[in-house]
């Protein structure tokens, strides 16, 4: 048993001291390990000579998603083509020469690799130049060259010419540019030179001086003309070319030097003039300036390029319209100031925008081709004339979209469109192309596509004028349809009916009742036209309705509306310029309407409202009462407004209304109002048997007075002993009575005693 003890511990102590001494990694069999990989396997990082870099590399494990790191068990290597060494220690890199190496680690069988590229450092960039940076324009090229070196901190190692890959630049280009380490001089001045490399810059400032004082410009003649300076170059197109000629000027000895063929050349305006090696090519008229330069030095000359002649006219002198086919012979002539026109149509240049369209020869001669547009243009000696050439198909007939129209007194439209009938049968729009006149200008004219009325063409209401739309003729025609040019096809007319404005339009009727399955008369509608004339009952209205509940229907009789459902439309009524709206309101039939009250007594100046109510057919009622259409017989006793009824002066009228054909009336009687009775005897003493006649007098509040005796009422208290009739009072028998008197809802009492 101790001995069992004794031999387990040894084997514990043992495991124990190989696990300390030995990583779990190292024990595994080489199936366990599936790969290994540096950090970036399989790409290209950099590192200065000098410099350290720790690549680690990790192995996945059979069985395990973690990987291990077995940086200080993998065997490193690496190789170069071209020279770079480094020192390799268990994935640490520390390269002592400049190339490109390979690293390479292998562990467990698997293997990975990573490229590195060594790059020398540099300490300091500095640039060789000669003449100590002070340049002269006419140097020689060899001192404009700079070297850039790039230096290291040992002084064992040469410096590197990084001139072709430095990055160069000049502070000022207008005196120097530089590239790879060339200078090119430009101008007179200072200017730095900067060179940068790696993070490193170096830079130095240059002078340049010029030898020249000046550039001049010469026009070769015999002998030569000095240009510039104030004196431009007067030209025409004819010259065709000038030669001019740069030359330098020492400052020393103020010698010339020809140096036309190195100056840099350049024209202002390319259209007008171009210069190449001083010599100038004239292509049309206006102004150019001429410029050369030469090393820091310019010099330039104004060149006025003008014309000849002042204009090129051209016979036919608008836009031109052909047909296939047809030839048009063009005439051009140029004019100068007041001088007779010379004919240079052979010797003109002539063209077409669009050949395909129509060409033009050298003698101006011009053939329509296809159908389309093109600009045919003549030029000479820098004066030019387009004008605009449209090619029609063939075609057969013209026909006007409208042979009528309207226009009021003042106002425009738009001409017919026109159209014409192809060969093929389709049809074109030749609206633009037609030329259109009037046979009464004084009334209406045609003007740029416009039909124009004049505002003082008469004092009748309407006028008539014919238009006239013709196919434009062609001038100094070679060629030409004859179907369609001067003859009765080529014609469209158009009648014209010039008309008043209208003022206003009034209708009869401001509003419309109808009854349901009914048709009804429209109403007579007159025209108030702008010079005050005036016409009754129109016949030429265009009648339109809105909505669904009334329809126009044309009968025997004329036109007339229907209503169809309950509801409400508008009846329209459009005359010339103006459009007339009617209310209209679509009821069943009513088949009794009643008024209250059918009598009405008035004060003057007081009102009262009077009441229609309507019966329809199946017994249900409506208020009328705002619909009657109301009139007074007499507007100086009664008048009324919408419902309500106004006493205007004493005396009787009669209201009268009408709805769906049915009349209703009320009788009016004005009154004044009554203000008091008036008795002559309020106390009377009469023996039995005898009478007495009182008098009862109404006052009113026009001050007027009247006996209304027997028109009043007469009540006696106790008839027994006085009785009344008419205002004769009789004594019956002794006591006392109150006799009474009303009228006009006034009352007045006598008092009787018998005795």
Same mark, same amino acid.
Request: hydrophobic fraction near 35%; charged fraction near 25%.
């Given at each position: 048993?101790?001995?069992?003890?004794? !031999?387990? !511990?040894?084997?514990?102590? !043992?495991?124990?001291?190989?696990?300390?001494?030995?990583?779990?990694?190292?024990?595994?069999?080489?199936?366990?390990?599936?790969?290994?990989?540096?950090?970036?396997?399989?790409?290209?990082?950099?590192?200065?000579?000098?410099?350290?870099?720790?690549?680690?590399?990790?192995?996945?494990?059979?069985?395990?998603?973690?990987?291990?790191?077995?940086?200080?068990?993998?065997?490193?290597?690496?190789?170069?083509?071209?020279?770079?060494?480094?020192?390799?220690?268990?994935?640490?890199?520390?390269?002592?020469?400049?190339?490109?190496?390979?690293?390479?680690?292998?562990?467990?069988?698997?293997?990975?690799?990573?490229?590195?590229?060594?790059?020398?450092?540099?300490?300091? &960039?500095?640039?060789?130049?000669?003449?100590?940076?002070?340049?002269?324009?006419?140097?020689?090229?060899?001192?404009?060259?700079?070297?850039?070196?790039?230096?290291?901190?040992?002084?064992?190692?040469?410096?590197?010419?990084?001139?072709?890959?430095?990055?160069?630049?000049?502070?000022?280009?207008?005196?120097?540019?530089?590239?790879?380490?060339?200078?090119?001089?430009?101008?007179?001045?200072?200017?730095?030179?900067?060179?940068?490399?790696?993070?490193?810059?170096?830079?130095?400032?240059? +002078?340049?001086?010029?030898?020249?004082?000046?550039?001049?410009?010469?026009?070769?003649?015999?002998?030569?003309?000095?240009?510039?300076?104030?004196?431009?170059?007067?030209?025409?197109?004819?010259?065709?070319?000038?030669?001019?000629?740069?030359?330098?000027?020492?400052?020393? /000895?103020?010698?010339?030097?020809?140096?036309?063929?190195?100056?840099?050349?350049?024209?202002?305006?390319?259209?007008?003039?171009?210069?190449?090696?001083?010599?100038?090519?004239?292509?049309?008229?206006?102004?150019?300036?001429?410029?050369?330069?030469?090393?820091?030095?310019?010099?330039?000359?104004?060149?006025?390029?003008?014309?000849?002649?002042?204009?090129?006219?051209?016979?036919?002198?608008?836009?031109?319209?052909?047909?296939?086919?047809?030839?048009?012979?063009?005439?051009?002539?140029?004019?100068?100031?007041?001088?007779?026109?010379?004919?240079?149509?052979?010797?003109?240049?002539?063209?077409?925008?669009?050949?395909? +369209?129509?060409?033009? /020869?050298?003698?101006?001669?011009?053939?329509?081709?296809?159908?389309?547009?093109?600009?045919?243009?003549?030029?000479?000696?820098?004066?030019?004339?387009?004008?605009? &050439?449209?090619?029609?198909?063939?075609?057969?007939?013209?026909?006007?979209?409208?042979?009528?129209?309207?226009?009021?007194?003042?106002?425009?439209?738009?001409?017919?469109?026109? +159209?014409?009938?192809?060969?093929?049968?389709?049809?074109?729009?030749?609206?633009?192309?037609?030329?259109?006149?009037? /046979?009464?200008?004084?009334?209406?004219?045609?003007?740029?596509?416009?039909?124009?009325?004049?505002?003082?063409?008469?004092?009748?209401?309407?006028?008539?004028?014919?238009?006239?739309?013709?196919?434009?003729?062609?001038?100094?025609?070679?060629?030409?349809?004859?179907?369609?040019?001067?003859?009765?096809?080529?014609?469209?007319?158009?009648?014209?009916?010039?008309?008043? $404005?209208?003022?206003?339009?009034?209708?009869?009727?401001?509003?419309?009742?109808?009854?349901?399955?009914?048709?009804?008369?429209?109403?007579?509608?007159?025209?108030?036209?702008?010079?005050?004339?005036?016409?009754?009952?129109?016949?030429?209205?265009?009648?339109?309705?809105?909505?669904?509940?009334?329809?126009?229907?044309?009968?025997?009789?004329?036109?007339?509306? $229907?209503?169809?459902?309950?509801?409400?439309?508008?009846?329209?009524?459009?005359?010339?310029?103006?459009?007339?709206?009617?209310?209209? +309101?679509?009821?069943?039939?009513?088949?009794?309407?009643?008024?209250?009250?059918?009598?009405?007594?008035?004060?003057?100046?007081?009102?009262?409202?009077?009441?229609?109510?309507?019966?329809?057919?199946?017994?249900?009622?409506?208020?009328?009462?705002?619909? !009657?259409?109301?009139?007074?017989?007499?507007?100086?006793?009664?008048?009324?407004?919408?419902?309500?009824?106004?006493?205007?002066?004493?005396?009787?009228?009669?209201?009268?209304?009408?709805?769906?054909?049915?009349?209703?009336?009320?009788?009016?009687?004005?009154?004044?109002?009554?203000?008091?009775?008036?008795?002559?005897?309020?106390?009377?003493? &009469?023996?039995?048997?005898?009478?007495?006649?009182?008098?009862?007098?109404?006052?009113?509040?026009?001050?007027?007075?009247?006996?209304?005796?027997?028109?009043?009422?007469?009540?006696?208290?106790?008839?027994?002993?006085?009785?009344?009739?008419?205002?004769?009072?009789?004594?019956?028998?002794?006591?006392?009575?109150?006799?009474?008197?009303?009228?006009?809802?006034?009352?007045?009492?006598?008092?009787?005693?018998?005795?």
């Amino acid at each position: 048993m101790f001995a069992n003890r004794k !031999m387990t !511990m040894w084997f514990l102590t !043992m495991a124990l001291l190989l696990a300390a001494l030995f990583p779990t990694g190292v024990f595994a069999a080489a199936g366990d390990v599936n790969s290994i990989a540096i950090d970036g396997e399989n790409t290209t990082f950099e590192l200065g000579v000098g410099k350290t870099k720790q690549l680690k590399v990790w192995a996945s494990v059979e069985g395990s998603t973690s990987k291990k790191d077995v940086t200080d068990y993998a065997t490193w290597t690496y190789t170069s083509d071209n020279g770079a060494t480094l020192k390799l220690d268990k994935g640490l890199v520390t390269p002592t020469k400049s190339g490109t190496a390979i690293i390479k680690a292998v562990y467990s069988g698997s293997s990975s690799i990573i490229t590195v590229k060594v790059v020398d450092t540099y300490s300091k &960039l500095t640039l060789d130049y000669k003449l100590s940076g002070k340049y002269s324009l006419n140097g020689n090229e060899q001192d404009l060259l700079v070297k850039a070196l790039a230096k290291t901190d040992s002084t064992m190692i040469d410096p590197k010419d990084v001139t072709a890959d430095a990055d160069w630049s000049s502070s000022n280009a207008a005196v120097l540019t530089v590239d790879k380490g060339k200078i090119t001089l430009v101008g007179e001045g200072k200017a730095t030179i900067t060179a940068k490399y790696l993070g490193l810059t170096d830079s130095y400032e240059a +002078t340049v001086t010029s030898p020249y004082s000046a550039l001049k410009l010469y026009k070769v003649a015999s002998p030569d003309v000095l240009v510039g300076e104030n004196q431009d170059i007067e030209s025409i197109m004819a010259d065709k070319e000038i030669q001019l000629r740069a030359k330098t000027v020492l400052s020393a /000895d103020k010698t010339e030097s020809d140096v036309s063929d190195k100056a840099t050349w350049s024209s202002s305006d390319t259209s007008v003039a171009t210069v190449k090696g001083g010599k100038v090519t004239i292509l049309t008229v206006g102004k150019t300036t001429i410029k050369a330069s030469y090393l820091g030095n310019q010099t330039s000359v104004d060149i006025y390029v003008r014309a000849p002649y002042e204009a090129i006219i051209l016979t036919p002198t608008a836009d031109q319209m052909l047909f296939i086919g047809e030839k048009l012979q063009m005439k051009a002539e140029v004019r100068s100031s007041a001088n007779q026109p010379t004919n240079v149509s052979d010797s003109a240049e002539w063209s077409s925008s669009n050949k395909m +369209t129509a060409t033009v /020869d050298s003698h101006g001669v011009v053939e329509a081709k296809a159908a389309g547009t093109t600009n045919i243009k003549a030029s000479y000696q820098g004066v030019s004339k387009t004008f605009k &050439l449209t090619v029609n198909p063939t075609i057969t007939k013209l026909e006007a979209e409208k042979t009528e129209l309207d226009l009021l007194k003042g106002a425009s439209v738009s001409v017919p469109k026109v +159209t014409a009938t192809k060969l093929d049968g389709d049809k074109i729009d030749l609206t633009d192309t037609m030329v259109w006149t009037s /046979d009464h200008d004084d009334i209406a004219t045609v003007k740029d596509g416009k039909i124009v009325s004049k505002e003082t063409s008469g004092t009748a209401l309407s006028s008539t004028v014919t238009l006239t739309g013709k196919l434009p003729e062609i001038g100094s025609a070679l060629t030409s349809n004859s179907a369609f040019r001067g003859t009765g096809s080529s014609v469209v007319t158009v009648k014209l009916t010039v008309k008043e $404005k209208v003022l206003a339009l009034v209708a009869e009727d401001e509003r419309l009742s109808l009854v349901i399955g009914e048709d009804t008369v429209l109403p007579k509608v007159n025209a108030v036209f702008e010079n005050g004339e005036e016409s009754a009952n129109l016949t030429d209205l265009e009648w339109t309705v809105t909505g669904s509940n009334a329809v126009l229907k044309t009968t025997a009789d004329g036109k007339k509306i $229907k209503g169809l459902t309950k509801g409400t439309a508008a009846l329209k009524a459009t005359y010339s310029n103006k459009t007339l709206s009617i209310p209209v +309101t679509i009821e069943p039939k009513i088949t009794k309407i009643v008024v209250d009250p059918q009598t009405l007594e008035l004060n003057l100046k007081k009102s009262k409202a009077i009441k229609a109510t309507g019966y329809y057919t199946n017994g249900k009622t409506v208020n009328l009462s705002s619909k !009657m259409d109301w009139k007074s017989s007499n507007e100086n006793i009664a008048s009324i407004s919408t419902t309500s009824v106004k006493a205007i002066a004493e005396g009787t009228a009669t209201i009268t209304g009408s709805y769906q054909g049915q009349s209703v009336s009320v009788k009016i009687n004005v009154v004044p109002k009554l203000n008091k009775l008036t008795v002559e005897e309020k106390r009377l003493v &009469l023996a039995p048997g005898s009478a007495k006649t009182v008098v009862i007098t109404a006052e009113y509040d026009t001050g007027k007075t009247s006996a209304v005796t027997d028109s009043a009422t007469w009540t006696s208290s106790k008839p027994s002993v006085a009785k009344v009739s008419a205002g004769r009072i009789e004594a019956v028998a002794k006591g006392s009575a109150s006799i009474k008197a009303k009228f006009g809802g006034k009352t007045v009492t006598i008092s009787v005693s018998v005795k």
